[in-house]
């Protein structure tokens, strides 16, 4: 039961990742983690422009630990909220709301 649900967890995972891989979602966990990470010495971004996104995919997981394979997959499939509101953002950051906003909508 246990081993069926890991197996599944993994092909959607890997689905997932696929996906993000061939329509270039720089923000997705593979970029920032994974090929951002091999490209970083080579301007060219060699790695990402020869690699075919299945094997930079399972080069990924490859290098997962268990822990972090679950929490890559509960943020990509269960992402939450910031426990923030604007005021405690405000105090952290000392930005005010209406520049946050701007940001946030440049991410979007």
Known sequence: MQQEKVSDMFLR?????????????????IFNDHIDVMDTPDMEKTYFKSTPPEIMVVDYL?????????NTYVELFFPRQLPFSFRQLERLTGLPRERMIELLRKEV
Do not use: H
Not at 13 to 29: H, S
């Open 13 to 29: 995972l890997y689905d997932r990742l696929v996906e993000d891989v061939e329509n270039a979602r720089r923000k997705a966990p």
């Open 62 to 70: 490859a290098g997962m630990t268990d822990d972090y394979f679950i």
